[in-house]
């Protein structure tokens, strides 16, 4: 895994890795046209950034409304402790629900911030309700989605 700095990465790097986030399905022949190598060259490099650890893998972009999630909504969590194991604790027991997508520790206002999909109000409500239930946890406040104005994948490459 990589631990240094991004500056390492010279230009083609840099040209790469802003292909490969925009269109993560293009060949390795597109991507070399694109960025101005021959073949070989370019998936050696493409190689090197996965085997450092630069880029984590590639995914589809689901419409989570076409496969029933209607609602998003953000869950800030507070702990009753900021204790290792209960931080662990809760972590693990998030990272097994589907309906969370992202887990963040934060700092300042609480201790979690969780980004969450639901099929529908009811829905929300039982994660919700699931989510404090939680021993954990002493604290939920959530905050719904009504339109997303961006949502971008990934970290701008300059």
Request: net charge negative; hydrophobic share 40%.
């Amino acid at each position: 895994m990589r631990t240094e700095p991004e500056q390492s990465l010279d230009e083609v790097d840099r040209q790469i890795l802003a292909e490969l986030q925009a269109d993560g399905r293009m060949t390795n022949v597109e991507l070399a046209r694109r960025v101005g190598l021959s073949a070989p060259p370019c998936l050696r490099r493409v190689r090197r950034l996965e085997e450092e650890g630069i880029i984590r893998g590639y995914h589809a972009d689901l419409d989570p409304v076409a496969l029933g999630y209607e609602i998003t909504f953000f869950a800030l969590v507070g702990l009753e402790s900021q204790k290792e194991a209960v931080l662990a604790t809760f972590e693990g027991a998030v990272r097994e629900w589907p309906e969370v997508r992202e887990c963040h520790m934060i700092r300042g206002g609480g201790d979690f911030l969780l980004r969450l999909v639901a099929r529908d109000t009811a829905h929300e409500n039982a994660l919700t309700s699931r989510l404090t239930a939680a021993p954990e946890v002493a604290r939920v406040q959530t905050l719904q989605t009504i339109r997303t104005a961006k949502d971008e994948a990934g970290v701008p490459v300059s």
